[in-house]
């Protein structure tokens, strides 16, 4: 069965705004997962049980959700706008080349502006491979996608900290853009 809008819905709910339905959000961004599924029952949008819930953590293809120890509290693993949510990054040295998915008109607007800026997120994403960064780029369906190569060596070199979160995307503050090494495109 899809459940791509009711993950979609939960992306909402967990990254950008718990308050729509009243959830007890802690500082890393776990909500209880008993009070999420009677939430969303209840606001009647979609219908939701323990055993959906867990198909969608278990296909999402972006690894975007994570259950805690014991499966009571379930979080998005990163892109919260959520300004007091603490993003529970492991920092590291990242691979040499990182990869970020956008469109042709906003690599326009990072050159113009002299890097990628991390906007109402927490942090830039990336990937270690171009693979999953397609996939983002691909994203806005009526737009040229982009896949930028930056040199997260050098980067780091100069003193960048990298986080990468627990589905594997490698968060940075931003990316001037003389840290850009190339422009992938299909």
């Avoid at 008109?105 to 397609?134: C, D, F």
């Avoid at 737009?143 to 940075?172: H, T, Y």
């Amino acid at each position: 069965m899809n459940y791509t809008k009711l993950s979609i819905y939960l992306s909402c709910l967990l990254r950008h705004q718990p308050e729509l339905l009243g959830l007890d959000m802690d500082v890393h961004g776990y909500v209880p997962v008993e009070q999420l599924i009677n939430a969303i029952n209840k606001a009647g949008k979609h219908t939701i049980t323990r055993e959906i819930l867990d198909q969608i953590v278990e296909t999402d293809d972006k690894k975007r959700y994570k259950y805690s120890e014991g499966g009571y509290r379930i979080k998005a693993c990163q892109g919260h706008s959520i300004p007091w949510v603490i993003p529970e990054l492991t920092y590291a040295p990242p691979p040499a080349l990182l990869y970020h998915g956008t469109t042709e008109q906003a690599y326009a607007k990072i050159l113009s502006s002299g890097g990628i800026s991390r906007m109402n997120r927490h942090a830039v994403h990336t990937q270690a491979t171009a693979e999953p960064a397609w996939k983002s780029a691909r994203r806005w369906k009526k737009q040229s996608p982009v896949v930028l190569v930056i040199n997260a060596a050098r980067m780091a070199e100069d003193g960048f900290q990298f986080g990468v979160s627990d589905n594997g995307v490698w968060c940075i503050e931003s990316v001037p853009a003389e840290y850009i090494a190339d422009v992938l495109r299909p």
